[in-house]
């Protein structure tokens, strides 16, 4: 079982930038890595996926303002966050994926203040 750990939360005023990244405890060369969300009283959203084949994809929320990245051999991956807003308040969580097989990071908060 890969076990995830987010780290790089915080409160930032609109306009900022955080870095998330997450550590896996195994091997993430065959999984897609990715991040979500989840804002009070809304779903869980998708914002930045990383494939094992190397395509991103990314919330039209995001586009433009946030970057995902992958380090296999470090077994990490990253989102830079760029110009920050308040709806961009969440928890966001790293996630592991391949085939049926999903791990969740416990999750670090991110919030915005303008």
């Known amino acids: 079982q890969v076990q995830l750990v987010e780290s790089g939360g915080g409160l930032v005023q609109a306009g900022g930038s955080l870095r998330l990244s997450c550590a896996a405890s195994e091997s993430i060369w065959l999984n897609d890595m990715g991040w979500y969300r989840q804002a009070p009283g809304k779903q869980r959203e998708l914002v930045a996926v990383f494939s094992s084949g190397g395509f991103t994809n990314y919330a039209d929320s995001v586009k433009g303002r946030f970057t995902i990245s992958r380090d296999n051999v470090k077994r990490t991956v990253s989102l830079q966050m760029n110009s920050l807003n308040p709806e961009d308040t969440a928890v966001y969580y790293c996630?592991?994926?391949?085939?049926?097989?999903?791990?969740w990071g416990q999750g670090t908060q991110v919030t915005v203040v303008s």
């Open positions: 996630n592991a994926r391949r085939r049926t097989l999903v791990y």
